[in-house]
């Protein structure tokens, strides 16, 4: 059983947090609002640090479940109060003013008289529930249960994996035999070799490493089996290293009275002239390992260990040797899980009835390749009756079931122990995955941000809100339980998903600590009538779930997430949502038949998408909206922002349509902005775009220049404007930069960016309009420029030599719309950290490119275009076999002034190149 103190730690840091603001600030100087804030703040402090040690309970009772549950509640509760009274006292905000704010801070105080004695009246409520709390847990004698130690003893969930049967496994054989003869070779280099083995909880890690053992162990001294755990005890696990290579009783006698020092080194002393092979199973901290690895010699005997974790950092941390390897498991393929799950439940494949197999493969599907999950539910339906509405209701189920069949208590336990390892907060962004559906690709950025807008995320150690939020998404992906979707030429993941079975089991743990509740048709569980919804995910609702979810008392919702396209207009009115923090209509369909009235009202959102919707106008009321942090309109049918959008001067981040926008006058005084996209300047006012300049945050700009008349006076003052902004944002803290659209008035005005925009790290133009030559700004003095993407009218080696000494250039796409004669060759002296080349003409005869050997020493993504033409002249040798890290390359043929012959001929030779990790594509194009 998991600990259940999770949502409840995370309600209780954004509360604490708040209530130091609030005695740091205007409200904090009414006396007896100072004295009440001070006195709630050391109450749940004292809650705090009992759920922390409640936290380390891997078993806790019902008693200690039930307090836990009052307790966050009340910090719910006890937050959205002190919202209510900092938006009836005017959000707390200090003016000077002299007597005019004098009378009108009075007047705003008097005429919130009535509701501030209201809340004053609902703060003598809430110290009376304190009271209750405080006092059950006394009654509980919850201290002494925290302090208690649970004797009953646990089975290790990983044990059946060591023991496996060869004639039950199913997919392993080429790996299992890759990884043996990977072992066993090179034995004359005499010197010790790592595998590791990595990934997801039930992927089969312990069984693979298992049977290569199996498969080799004949060929060393000893050999020997350990298992880790999450708590491990060095001593022990040495001792029973010891036991297994040991071949004299009298060597172990009084092995009880060893220290781990006398261990380490009597295992030293078995191994010191053996070549031994050894498996360290399920490792789950590099401090583990690099205790245990202290214990074996690097003699110069052939010897092998195999480790195993969940984690990609541990991983690592076992292989530094370039000769060690980290093997990542992978799902079982479609195939391979069909004759799992058949042959355990009928013994073969051809056995299962006709009217079974569409249930079956929904089932599997639902599995996700995952070895554990297809053998814990095929192990289910074996004891179910062979009917198809059986085996649908156990397919609708398989979340409950987790929690309530022993057929699938193993699986749970597996699962359950990544979720356990994990501190407070990485559980709290965790079952806020619980909000999407399955398959479903999830934004790296979006999760950010509304991470920070509900409070989950805080500053650390110097670094922003933003940089903390990401570190949570990679250490989530680290531990195995994410998957990594779409990752940059940079290595930044830029989404992920969640296994199935994994996003199974945060979803009961959503229910069980009231976290999220998920709105998905028949699946659908309601909170019990004592806890109040406190976040709602849409994901399946028809209009009945609609009428239903309307009855419900929706005043304590923090997030709305509609991640489907049905009913949308049948949900309740944003009126009933009070303390929203996020509202995300990303993706929905029918909204402009939905009912907005109210969102002026939502005085704490924070987050608010219409990303890829039909709305057509942006509702009014959202200009009230002064604790907005992001506000995400692309992809709509929104076609210019009321100019009342400047009063929100909290918002990061600005994403505006697919409309020509015009800059809103007064934009300079969104100083906190740090993202704005979708923006015309030549439609803006030029005042407009002068205030560009003031956004001293801003890090990514992305605009556009719509040309009517390049020769325009009015188009050249855009033009120069832009250029004087952009150089002041270039002093600041600019990062990303495109520019769509343009012409050569704007790019020679762009040749001069002064001073050097010192923290760029990416440039794109999106224009088809090309450079005569290399801007003077783009200098190897640019140390934090990693993407370019630029139009050239030429390219020329001397080019190349410059770009080539760019020091962090990681992408580089070069166009250009001149037919180029000679050959380019790429020389081994530059670009020594480019991982992508594009090279993408516009016009016909695409240059032909050599590259010599040392030549983009880490390139791994190549696209060009190669000019059959030219080959004529040239020949089809480009050099590829190189580029040594080389694993995907784009050709693109340009037949122009070519026979089909010579096309086929092309398309031959660039598949023979001698490349071994080369993925082959060729395209033709006319």
């Not at 799950?341 to 006709?354: A, H, T």
């Not at 029918?590 to 219409?610: P, R, V």
């Not at 929104?638 to 505006?656: G, R």
């Amino acid at each position: 059983m998991a600990p259940v103190v999770t949502a409840a730690l995370g309600a209780l840091g954004p509360l604490l947090g708040k209530l130091a603001d609030l005695l740091a600030n205007e409200c904090g100087r009414l006396k007896r609002v100072r004295r009440e804030i001070r006195s709630l703040r050391t109450e749940f402090t004292s809650m705090h640090a009992a759920l922390q040690r409640y936290a380390m309970l891997e078993d806790p009772d019902h008693q200690v479940k039930q307090w836990v549950s009052l307790v966050r509640e009340l910090a719910y509760d006890t937050e959205d109060l002190f919202d209510k009274f900092i938006r009836h006292l005017g959000n707390g905000e200090s003016h000077d003013g002299g007597f005019k704010e004098y009378f009108r801070k009075t007047a705003r105080r008097l005429k919130t008289l009535g509701a501030r004695h209201g809340i004053a009246s609902q703060i003598d409520d809430l110290k009376l529930r304190i009271k209750e709390v405080k006092e059950l847990k006394t009654s509980y004698k919850l201290d002494d249960t925290a302090s208690s130690t649970q004797g009953h003893a646990t089975v290790d969930p990983r044990l059946a994996a060591l023991f496996a049967e060869e004639a039950h496994l199913v997919g392993i054989d080429g790996p299992r035999d890759d990884l043996a003869k990977w072992m066993l070779e090179e034995e004359n280099k005499h010197h010790r070799r790592v595998l590791s083995i990595v990934g997801f909880g039930g992927l089969g890690k312990t069984t693979l490493a298992n049977e290569v053992y199996r498969k080799i162990q004949g060929h060393f001294d000893c050999h020997a089996i350990v298992s880790v755990s999450q708590k491990p005890d060095t001593k022990k696990i040495i001792n029973d290293l010891i036991s297994q290579v040991s071949r004299k009783d009298e060597f172990t006698k009084d092995m009880e009275s060893w220290d781990e020092k006398k261990s380490i080194g009597k295992l030293r002393e078995l191994l010191q002239d053996k070549r031994y092979l050894v498996i360290i199973d399920d490792i789950w901290s590099t401090l583990a390992w690099k205790a245990i690895n202290c214990a074996f010699p690097e003699i110069n005997s052939s010897s092998r260990i195999i480790t195993t974790t969940r984690i990609l950092e541990v991983a690592s941390f076992c292989c530094p040797a370039r000769d060690d390897q980290i093997y990542q498991m992978k799902p079982l393929s479609d195939i391979h899980s069909e004759r799992l799950f058949f042959n355990r439940i009928f013994g073969s494949e051809e056995r299962c009835p006709y009217m079974l197999i569409e249930v079956s493969k929904a089932i599997l599907k639902k599995c996700g390749g995952l070895p554990l999950a297809i053998i814990s539910i095929s192990g289910l339906l074996a004891n179910r009756p062979r009917v198809k509405e059986e085996w649908e209701k156990v397919k609708r189920s398989i979340g409950s079931d987790l929690n309530g069949s022993q057929s699938l208590e193993g699986m749970k336990n597996i699962l359950s122990l990544s979720y356990n390892d994990l501190p407070p907060n990485l559980k709290t962004v965790l079952l806020h995955l619980s909000n999407f559906p399955e398959d479903y690709l999830i934004d790296r950025e979006r999760l950010a941000r509304q991470w920070i807008a509900e409070g989950f995320i805080s500053e650390e150690r110097g670094r922003s809100y933003q940089e903390v939020a990401e570190s949570y998404f990679y250490e989530l992906i680290n531990k195995s339980l994410v998957q990594p979707v779409d990752i940059g030429y940079d290595g930044m993941v830029h989404a992920c998903r969640v296994h199935d079975m994994m996003l199974e089991l945060i979803i009961s743990k959503s229910i069980e600590e009231n976290f999220i509740t998920v709105v998905n048709g028949s699946q659908t569980v309601w909170e019990s009538s004592q806890c109040s919804v406190r976040r709602l995910s849409i994901q399946d609702i028809d209009q009945e779930l609609a009428s239903e979810l309307s009855k419900k008392d929706l005043r304590h919702v923090r997030s709305l997430i509609k991640t489907s396209l049905g009913c949308i207009k049948h949900l309740p009115s944003l009126a009933k949502f009070e303390a929203l923090h996020v509202l995300d209509f990303g993706g929905c369909r029918g909204l402009t038949e939905y009912d907005m009235d109210g969102i002026e009202n939502l005085f704490q959102l924070k987050y608010l998408s219409f990303r890829r919707t039909d709305i057509s106008e942006l509702p009014s009321g959202i200009v009230m909206l002064h604790d907005l942090e992001t506000l995400d309109l692309r992809g709509t049918s929104i076609e210019h922002l009321p100019a009342t959008i400047v009063q929100l001067t909290k918002l990061q981040h600005l994403l505006c349509g697919n409309h020509l926008w015009k800059i809103p006058i007064g934009i300079g005084n969104m100083t906190t902005l740090k993202e704005i996209s979708g923006f015309d300047i030549t439609m803006s006012s030029v005042g407009a775009v002068k205030e560009l300049g003031s956004l001293i945050n801003l890090k990514v700009l992305h605009v556009r220049f719509t040309v009517k008349d390049e020769e325009s006076q009015e188009y050249k003052i855009h033009a120069e404007m832009f250029h004087s902004s952009l150089c002041k944002l270039g002093s600041h803290k600019l990062q990303s930069m495109r520019i769509d659209g343009g012409n050569s008035s704007l790019f020679k005005l762009l040749d001069s960016w002064s001073p050097l925009p010192s923290c760029l790290q990416r440039f794109e133009m999106g224009s088809p309009y090309s450079l005569s030559k290399l801007p003077k700004w783009i200098t190897p003095a640019l140390t934090r420029l990693a993407c370019l993407n630029i139009n050239l009218s030429v390219i020329t080696e001397e080019v190349l030599g410059i770009l080539g000494e760019l020091p962090a250039l990681l992408s580089l796409t070069l166009y250009t719309d001149t037919v180029h004669k000679d050959r380019l060759v790429l020389k081994g002296t530059g670009c020594r950290c480019l991982k992508e080349f594009f090279y993408e003409p516009f016009g016909e005869g695409a240059v032909t490119l050599l590259f010599e050997e040392g030549a983009l020493p880490k390139l791994e993504m190549l696209q060009l275009c190669f000019s059959v033409s030219m080959a004529k002249a040239y020949g089809f040798y480009l050099g590829i076999e190189h580029l040594p890290y080389l694993k995907d390359v784009h050709v693109i043929l340009d037949n122009w002034d070519a026979t089909s012959s010579e096309v086929e001929a092309a398309k031959v030779a660039i598949r023979a190149s001698p490349t071994a990790a080369l993925k082959r594509r060729a395209q033709k194009t006319c």
